[in-house]
């Protein structure tokens, strides 16, 4: 089983890195629970991929060191993402890769499980979990893990953050091992029912009632 933790921290050390490191420690050993031997653990440093990134856009296909990381996440067991908030929100470089590996492979988040973390100064960030992280993973159609971690930095070392962090480890271990102890990801049908709009004349002419009359 493989755990695949991005990390968008920029800075060497960086606390965005340690919480990442902290949520892959709790939770690879929890994803195989009760076998020995955790999950395999990759981490990918966006910092170093960051001229990369933006040649994707350019370019229109990754570098190799960077298909490299779009294939480890596509497969990968279950996610982990950590984002320090800029602007109140996730930073350019994280959302960077998540949308240049949407160009590559939409659908390569479909129904994989993703536990949401960030970092920031201050606690008054920390709805960037709700209002940010989650709806951009739910919309590349992943399955979020219900519990996000937020440490601010009077947050390390204070009582509340290690819990969180095990809570969090521990559903998406669960979501990781599925019910039967086996991946919980499947593959999901390539349709989008937006393709399939019924025009409104049409739905109109079905209820017996006259469509709109042509512009002179």
Not at 28 to 41: D, I, L, Y
Not at 44 to 50: F, Q, S, T, V
């Amino acid at each position: 089983m493989k755990l695949v933790v991005v990390s968008a921290g920029l800075s060497v050390p960086s606390s965005t890195r340690l919480l990442a490191d902290r949520l892959a420690a709790a939770a690879a050993p929890a994803a195989t629970a009760p076998e020995p031997a955790p999950a395999e653990v990759r981490v990918i440093e966006l910092r170093d991929l960051a001229v990369e990134i933006a040649h994707t856009f350019t370019n229109g296909f990754p570098a190799p060191a960077l298909a490299d990381a779009f294939a480890e996440v596509a497969a990968a067991d279950g996610l982990i993402v950590v984002t320090p908030v800029f602007s109140a929100s996730y930073s350019g470089l994280f959302k960077s890769f998540f949308d240049a590996l949407g160009v590559t492979d939409a659908d390569a988040l479909a129904g994989k499980p993703v536990l949401i973390a960030a970092t920031g100064g201050t606690a008054r960030h920390s709805l960037v979990l709700d209002h940010a992280l989650r709806p951009l993973f739910a919309y590349l159609k992943a399955v979020v893990v219900p519990t996000g971690v937020y440490a601010a930095s009077e947050d390390w070392g204070a009582d509340g953050l290690d819990a969180r962090i095990e809570r969090a480890a521990t559903e998406l271990a669960a979501l990781m091992a599925g019910p039967a102890g086996t991946p919980t990801r499947r593959p999901l049908p390539k349709r989008d029912s937006f393709e399939e709009v019924t025009p409104f004349a049409e739905r109109l002419a079905a209820l017996g009632v006259p469509g709109p009359s042509p512009a002179p």
